[in-house]
Structure formats: C-alpha cells, structure tokens
C-alpha cells in the first residue's frame, strides 16, 4: 500500500473513532498496546485454541452491534474470519467483519505487540477496533467500510510472531 493511501486510511479510520465517540460494547482486559504484531484472519481461524477474550461461537452482532443491517449478526466470530466478501454493502460489511474480527482477537491476546485496542481506556486516542467497525456499518458506505477494512488488513498482516 502506498505511504500516502495508508496515511490517509489512517485518518480516515481516526475520523470515524472520532465520529462515534468512545461508546462501545463491553471493556477490554488486554493490557498492551503494541507497536507492529498482528495475526491474519487465517491464523486466527485455525488456531483457535489461541483465542483470549472472545469465543470462536461467540455471535458478531455480540462485538459489532452493526452487523445485523447487512444480516451477519447471527454468524459466529469463527464463521466471520472464514467470510470472503462480494458485491454490494453486504459483501463489504462482510470483508470488514473479516479483518475486524481478527483486529479484535489480536488486540485480546496480551503477548502479540497490536497497537490498536478494541474498547475506551483513559489516555487512548487511536483507533477503537468495535467503534470504528459499528460506526463504518453504520454509515452503510461500501468504501468506508472497505477503506476501514484495508486498514485493520494491513495490521492484521504486520507480522504474526505466533505458531
């Protein structure tokens, strides 16, 4: 991705942090605040004995509210990570649950160096993983919610020091 369209994504998911305020569902206990470790989707979804925090049976809608307009509240976190998208708002509200999920089950896992975090915690001001994905949902814009997407997708893939 070029430093200009990262840098921009980047504004972009802050904008929409900012947007929604720092209301979101539940409170982390992740404790870290990395610096570059993320995990794929497809690690996640095939080590899931690896997961803190949250359940592969786990519904989406329990960690993203905003799944259900697109009619993917009722899948589980696992079945999110397995999703590959398609046309339409529908298909991107599935990309972005995707890369979401597995920005959710990096930033639960205390060991990996992730430096986004899914809740409020006092003195934060980056991105919160469960707002920006519910404010993205929300505005029902395929390119915010696929901009938001690459976002989490290029943290995602930042290096997986797991096995």
């Given amino acids: 991705m070029k430093l200009v369209s990262r840098a921009a994504t980047v504004l972009a998911a802050t904008a929409l942090t900012a947007s929604v305020g720092l209301a979101a569902a539940g409170s982390a206990s992740a404790e870290t605040i990395g610096t570059g470790e993320g995990c794929t989707p497809g690690y996640w979804k095939n080590h899931t004995e690896s997961w803190q925090e949250i359940s592969p049976s786990q519904t989406t809608a329990s960690l ?3 799944a259900t307009k697109y009619g993917l509240g009722t899948q589980t976190t696992l079945q999110a990570l397995q999703g590959g998208g398609g046309k339409g708002d529908a298909g991107a509200a599935s990309i972005l ?4 999920t597995a920005s959710a089950l990096n930033a639960a896992y205390d060991p990996l160096q992730f430096p986004l975090i ?5 003195g934060y001001t980056g991105v919160l993983i469960i707002s920006a994905t ?3 949902l929300a505005s029902g814009d395929r390119q915010q919610m696929l901009d938001l997407a690459a976002y989490f997708d290029g943290l995602n893939n930042a290096g997986c020091p797991l096995t």
Avoid at 97 to 100: E, F, G, Q, V
Avoid at 118 to 122: E, L
């Fill in 64 to 66: 993203f509210s905003q």
């Fill in 97 to 100: 649950l995707r890369a979401a």
């Fill in 118 to 122: 899914r809740n409020p915690r006092p």
């Fill in 134 to 136: 519910n404010a993205a």
